[in-house]
């Protein structure tokens, strides 16, 4: 089946940093979506980008499908924004196959 | 518009009763997945029903899981004769596309399910 690699698996950030954090994939794929588990538990969705580029606020994000990578790029963090981002991919009945994720802490 | 519902939000239930789990899709949404999140085995994928047809139920872990959706709407997950490594969080997703076409799924808050 398909893997799903995400790094680093943990990162700390000084509010008002940038930061990108990768998702590569051992196959095609026709889903990719980015979410954001808050400490409540709550997967956020992010983005849908099986492939180009989207902007949300200080959030964007890029995949490179021929390639199988999608970047996910934080700027200018807040406090808010920590909490395990995951990136997900679509197997071949649509169910979506997670990453381990990355820890985010963002300090004051 | 409302997203996805489920509950309980939390059950702990004794080693060896039976439980039941509730999902209410986003309206409209053809497609509905359940996956659990454990701290071993991170988020895996339990079942998945497109409209009423059968469901695929290759991410099943045991026989002792069983699901149904009702009108091509609600779910129900069962797990019968829980076992201590059922503990996990339950949650439940919903598309507008069916999965072959890797449609956005958007996923409700979860069960909390605690064997004791």
């Known amino acids: 089946g398909i893997q799903v690699e995400q790094s680093p698996p943990d990162l700390i950030l000084q509010e008002g940093a940038n930061s990108t954090l990768r998702c590569n994939f051992s196959d095609s794929v026709n889903n990719l979506q980015w979410f954001h588990q808050n400490p409540w538990g709550q997967l956020i969705n992010l983005f849908y980008?099986?492939?180009g580029t989207k902007q949300n606020g200080r959030l964007s994000a890029t995949t490179v499908a021929t390639e199988r990578y999608s970047l996910l790029y934080i700027s200018s963090s807040q406090t808010t924004d920590s909490g395990v981002y995951f990136c997900?991919?679509?197997?071949?009945?649509?169910?979506?196959?997670f990453g381990k994720g990355t820890k985010l802490s963002v300090k004051p | 518009g409302a997203g996805v519902s489920q509950s309980p939000s939390n059950k702990v239930t004794e080693k060896g009763k039976d439980v039941e789990l509730r999902c209410d899709p986003i309206s409209g949404h053809t497609a509905l997945y359940w996956y659990r999140q454990s701290l071993g085995q991170g988020l895996e994928f339990l079942i998945y029903?497109?409209?009423?047809?059968?469901?695929?139920k290759s991410g099943l872990p045991s026989d002792r899981f069983s699901a149904e959706r009702t009108g091509g709407s609600v779910s129900t997950l069962t797990i019968q004769r829980t076992q201590q490594e059922d503990s996990a969080v339950y949650l439940c997703a919903s598309s507008l596309v069916s999965g072959g076409a890797g449609g956005e799924q958007y996923f409700g808050p979860g069960t909390r399910l605690t064997v004791t």
């Open positions: 029903f497109q409209g009423n047809s059968a469901p695929d």
């Open positions: 997900a991919v679509g197997g071949s009945q649509g169910n979506l196959i």
């Open positions: 980008i099986p492939s």
